[in-house]
């Protein structure tokens, strides 16, 4: 399992570097559910990517994006919820 850290900077990176240019042209302000680097799930509704989130993985083992967002930095939990 990885840490919270791992998990965060892991996902962020596979979204900069691979998936946010085609994400922002098809799923524009949706909240992407990451794991693993790899895209789980996307949903309208943020509360609904935690929730499946947090059922899933636990609490700091995913990661959500909104698509066409910049992350606000406020320190590790605010990523990882």
Sequence with gaps: MRTIDEQIQKNYEAYINGLQAEMEKTHLGETLLMHDEEVIDMFEDPGMAYRRG????????FTLI???EKPVELGVMS???
């Design 66 to 68: 909104t698509v066409g």
């Design 79 to 81: 990523i990882a919820l």
């Design 54 to 61: 947090y059922e899933d993985f636990g609490l700091g083992q």
